[in-house]
C-alpha cells in the first residue's frame, strides 16, 4: 500500500514537473501578433503592423516588420521573436493591414500615450502608489 503511495505521489510530481509553467490557457493569434509585433520593434526600432485576413478556421492575424524595405513575417521562436515564415494556418490570405496601435484599439484596449518614464535610481513602477 505504501508503495503504491508512493509511486502515485511520484507520477503527481513528474507530471507537474513535465508541464514546467505552460498552462491550458493558449494565446490567440492576435495575442501572439501583438506580442511579437511589440517585442520585435522595442529590440530592433523596426516599423512593425498586424496582417489580418480570412483563414479557413476564421480571421487570423500576424505580424510583420519592415526590415531592409521588406515586409517580413514575424514569428516566435524558442528563444525569442525573428523573422520567419507565414503562419502555417490553412487558407489564411491576409487583406488589411494594421498598427498596432488601431488593433489595440479595435479589440477596445484604450491605448496610452506619453507614457511616464522612471527616474534612474527610482525603484518602483510609475505611478505606483499614488506617485
Known amino acids: 500500500m505504501r508503495k503504491s503511495i508512493y509511486l502515485g505521489i ?10 514546467a509553467c505552460a498552462t491550458a490557457v493558449q494565446p490567440s493569434c492576435r495575442h501572439m501578433a501583438l506580442y511579437q509585433a511589440i517585442t520585435f520593434h522595442d529590440l530592433t526600432g523596426a516599423p ?12 487570423h ?9 521588406k515586409w517580413e513575417w514575424l ?19 491576409p487583406n488589411r ?11 477596445g484596449y484604450r491605448v496610452m500615450t506619453g507614457i511616464e518614464v ?3 535610481g527610482e525603484n518602483q513602477v510609475p505611478g505606483a502608489n499614488g506617485n
Not at 10 to 19: F, H, P, R, Y
Not at 61 to 69: D, F, G, I, L, P
Not at 97 to 107: A, G, H, P, R
Open 10 to 19: 511520484i507520477a503527481i510530481l513528474s507530471s507537474v514537473w513535465l508541464q
Open 48 to 59: 512593425v503592423r498586424i496582417a489580418i485576413g480570412p483563414s479557413d478556421e476564421g480571421l
Open 61 to 69: 492575424a500576424q505580424a510583420q516588420a519592415k526590415v531592409n524595405s
Open 75 to 93: 514569428e516566435q521562436g524558442r528563444f525569442g521573436v525573428g523573422t520567419g515564415h507565414r503562419d502555417m494556418v490553412p487558407g489564411f490570405e
Open 97 to 107: 493591414y494594421s498598427s498596432v496601435e488601431d488593433f489595440l484599439k479595435y479589440f
Open 118 to 120: 522612471a527616474k534612474k
